[in-house]
């Protein structure tokens, strides 16, 4: 049996990993440790539980997970990190299998692993094969608008909105720093960091990810099928990241519950610019969904 051990078990990412490790076929032979509720932000019982885990999965605000793997010393035990403080850390890989054609064999051979964020999900798979492409040259001044379902601020975001029914919506991040925009600018391969404007509807699960493009100012003569064949080709055969048809509706809540992500290339009449888009569960791909895809990848499945 492989031993698996979430630190920060009974938080919102931490719940949803541990109810997708429970719906795996036992055949697949994963033990869950579980730390006693009292013990659960005592450092050194943690400690204790990750020495006896082969994989920990750190669920955990920025400076709980920071503070844990800093007095991590001569542990086997391999590490998914969720939280953000790793995404571009020397040393650790980025648990995004689809991002690189050998991503996924890299993951599988890596003792410390960094679980995307859900926004930068959504923006790299957009971005990342149109400048590898050489369609998207690397200091285009890239703008990102994104849609999530409240559940992505965590526990106490959910029970406001539960219990107090709103806000309805708002933006935020509009001292234009997001959290996110590192891991988006350095796996996209842009020299500039994005314009990101991230907002919170008053739904459940859920996200848009959209990034507009004017054609004309991308290198060559490229057109809305050009953006479209390089975003298949990057996905071809894959699981649960999709090219699909334009849409003339989207909305934000259709993929909640699974670990699919939909990418779209909308354009005008006229060919002159696109609208990228990609759908998924904050806390499906953009979260739990993916973390259990990294977490079988590291104990060899
Ligand atoms: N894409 C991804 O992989 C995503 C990752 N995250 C990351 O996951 C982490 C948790 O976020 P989320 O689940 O939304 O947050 P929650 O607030 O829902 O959960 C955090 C959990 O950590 C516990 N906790 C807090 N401080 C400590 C501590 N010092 N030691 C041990 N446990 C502690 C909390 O305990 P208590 O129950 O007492 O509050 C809570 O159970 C964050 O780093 C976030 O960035 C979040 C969303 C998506
Ligand atoms: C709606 C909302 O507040 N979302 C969170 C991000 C959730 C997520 O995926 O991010 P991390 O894994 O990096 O925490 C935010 O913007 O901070």
Same mark, same amino acid.
């Given at each position: 049996?492989?031993?698996?051990f979430?630190?920060? /078990?009974?938080?919102?990412?931490g719940?949803g990993i &541990? !109810? &997708?490790?429970?719906? #795996?076929p036992e055949?697949l032979?994963i033990?869950?440790?579980s730390?006693?509720a009292?013990?659960?932000?005592d450092?050194s019982?943690r400690q204790?539980?990750?020495?006896k885990?082969?994989?920990?999965?750190?669920c955990?605000p920025? $400076?709980a997970?920071?503070?844990v793997?800093?007095?991590?010393s001569?542990?086997?035990?391999?590490i +998914?990190d969720a939280?953000?403080?790793?995404r571009?850390?020397e040393g650790?890989?980025?648990?995004? @299998?689809?991002? /690189?054609?050998d991503?996924?064999?890299l993951i599988r051979?890596?003792?410390?692993?960094a679980?995307?964020?859900?926004?930068?999900?959504?923006?790299?798979?957009?971005l990342? @094969? #149109?400048?590898k492409?050489?369609?998207l040259?690397s200091?285009?001044p890239?703008s990102i608008n994104? *849609?999530?379902g409240y559940?992505?601020?965590g526990k106490s975001a959910?029970e406001?909105? /539960?219990?107090e029914?709103?806000p309805?919506?708002?933006l935020y991040a509009?001292?234009l720093?997001h959290?996110?925009?590192p891991e988006?600018?350095?796996?996209?391969?842009?020299?500039?960091?994005?314009?990101? *404007? @991230?907002?919170?509807?008053?739904?459940?699960?859920?996200?848009i990810?959209?990034?507009?493009?004017?054609?004309?100012?991308?290198?060559g003569?490229?057109?809305?099928? $050009?953006?479209?064949?390089?975003l298949?080709?990057t996905y071809?055969?894959s /699981?649960y990241v999709?090219v699909?048809?334009?849409?003339?509706?989207l909305l934000?809540?259709?993929l909640?519950?699974?670990?699919n992500?939909?990418?779209r290339?909308h354009?005008?009449?006229?060919?002159?610019?696109?609208?990228l888009?990609?759908?998924? $569960?904050?806390?499906?791909k953009g979260?739990?969904g993916?973390a +259990? !895809?990294n977490l079988?990848l590291?104990l060899?499945h």
């Open positions: 049996m492989a031993k698996v979430i630190d920060g /078990e009974a938080g919102t990412t719940l &541990r !109810q &997708r490790i429970e719906a #795996l055949a032979g033990e869950l440790l730390i006693d009292s013990l659960r932000k450092l019982a204790e539980m990750i020495q885990a082969d994989v920990a999965i750190l955990l920025d $400076d997970a920071r503070e793997v800093t007095q991590m001569g542990t086997d035990t391999k +998914l939280s953000t403080v790793h571009v850390a650790w890989t980025y648990g995004f @299998p689809e991002m /690189e054609g991503q996924s064999n051979s890596s003792a410390r692993v679980n995307p964020g859900c926004y930068p999900t959504g923006a790299i798979s957009l990342r @094969p #149109l400048v492409a050489g369609m040259s200091d285009y890239v994104a *849609v999530s559940s992505g601020a959910i406001s909105h /539960e219990k029914g709103g309805a919506f708002f509009l001292g720093e959290k996110h925009l988006i600018q350095y796996y996209s391969g842009l020299d500039k960091s994005p314009l990101f *404007v @991230p907002s919170v509807g008053h739904f459940a699960q859920g996200m990810v959209s990034i507009p493009l004017y054609l004309s100012e991308l290198s003569k490229v057109t809305p099928a $050009d953006v479209q064949a390089a298949e080709q071809k055969g /699981e999709k699909m048809s334009p849409e003339t509706k934000a809540e259709t909640a519950g699974t670990n992500m939909e990418l290339v354009s005008d009449s006229k060919g002159e610019k696109v609208l888009t990609a759908s998924l $569960d904050n806390l499906g979260a739990s993916a +259990l !895809q079988l590291m060899g």
